[in-house]
């Protein structure tokens, strides 16, 4: 079992992102955005940061980097990849995940810890959850406002494609615990396949309790207990 973390110019979670996937003693190791190779990995993670320094929409000049045509690749031959804050909004700049992502709706950085809500248990990054637990991470991001028309909105929900909404601490969706104005507190979506999940909360900055919280392990353990079972789907 191999995991591979991209970096592009201005990625700053890659190193915690190493960290907590060597936590597990799983091999990693880094993939530069130049690259154009992504042989051998059993799964890709695009970090958090700013890419290109976010320049012109946050994810837009990472998309055209080398390496997101064999992201693109590995992920339509069902490769398992997860992007993180940025790596989410490169996914959907990308079209490998559908919607975009907006400014904040009151247009401020937020760096605080947020309450998700598992919405679907049956993917390879979310196994090891239950349907409905309520998980602690942190966010930090100022286009973290997920945007979608409300006929895909329809189809991401029918399909389950929902995995993590923003509750409060008793697991209700309010508009007080949607930290950026996403559409219906949207804080994680997959592709229609399930192999691509993109989520703004950061699982990797809640693995270590110095850190304030562990609940970010459950997404690492969900995708390397799904690859040791052979990838086979429940």
Same mark, same amino acid.
């Given at each position: 079992?191999?995991?591979?973390?991209?970096?592009?110019?201005?990625?700053?979670?890659?190193?915690?992102?190493?960290?907590?996937?060597?936590?597990?003693?799983?091999?990693?190791?880094?993939?530069?955005?130049?690259?154009?190779?992504?042989?051998?990995?059993?799964?890709?993670?695009?970090?958090?940061?700013?890419?290109?320094?976010?320049?012109?929409?946050?994810?837009?000049?990472?998309?055209?980097?080398?390496?997101?045509?064999?992201?693109?690749?590995?992920?339509?031959?069902?490769?398992?990849?997860?992007?993180?804050?940025?790596?989410?909004?490169?996914?959907?700049?990308? !079209?490998?995940?559908?919607?975009?992502?907006? +400014?904040? /709706?009151?247009?401020?950085? #937020?760096?605080?810890? %947020?309450?998700?809500? *598992?919405?679907?248990?049956?993917?390879?990054?979310?196994?090891?959850?239950?349907?409905?637990?309520?998980?602690?991470?942190?966010?930090?991001?100022?286009? !973290?406002?997920?945007?979608?028309?409300?006929? +895909?909105? /329809?189809?991401?929900?029918? #399909?389950?494609?929902? %995995?993590?909404?923003? *509750?409060?601490?008793?697991?209700?969706?309010?508009?007080?615990?949607?930290?950026?104005?996403?559409?219906?507190?949207?804080?994680?979506?997959?592709?229609?396949?399930?192999?691509?999940?993109?989520?703004?909360?950061?699982?990797?900055?809640?693995?270590?309790?110095?850190?304030?919280?562990?609940?970010?392990?459950?997404?690492?353990?969900?995708?390397?207990?799904?690859?040791?079972?052979?990838?086979?789907?429940?």
């Amino acid at each position: 079992m191999k995991v591979g973390i991209v970096v592009f110019p201005g990625s700053n979670c890659d190193a915690d992102c190493y960290r907590a996937v060597a936590s597990f003693g799983v091999e990693v190791g880094y993939v530069w955005h130049q690259d154009r190779k992504l042989d051998g990995y059993d799964l890709v993670i695009l970090p958090g940061g700013f890419s290109y320094g976010d320049y012109l929409r946050a994810g837009a000049i990472a998309r055209f980097s080398p390496i997101l045509d064999e992201v693109m690749g590995f992920a339509e031959a069902g490769g398992l990849v997860l992007g993180i804050c940025n790596g989410f909004q490169i996914l959907l700049e990308c !079209g490998l995940l559908p919607g975009a992502m907006l +400014t904040n /709706a009151v247009p401020r950085f #937020r760096c605080e810890t %947020v309450h998700l809500r *598992v919405e679907n248990a049956q993917t390879p990054f979310t196994r090891s959850c239950n349907r409905g637990q309520v998980l602690s991470m942190p966010i930090a991001h100022a286009s !973290g406002n997920y945007y979608a028309d409300d006929e +895909t909105l /329809a189809e991401i929900e029918l #399909r389950g494609q929902v %995995v993590f909404r923003y *509750v409060n601490e008793d697991g209700v969706a309010t508009s007080e615990a949607n930290p950026n104005g996403s559409r219906r507190s949207i804080a994680g979506i997959t592709n229609k396949q399930g192999n691509v999940l993109g989520m703004m909360p950061h699982p990797e900055r809640a693995c270590d309790a110095l850190l304030g919280g562990t609940d970010g392990r459950v997404v690492f353990a969900s995708v390397f207990d799904f690859l040791a079972g052979g990838g086979e789907r429940g």
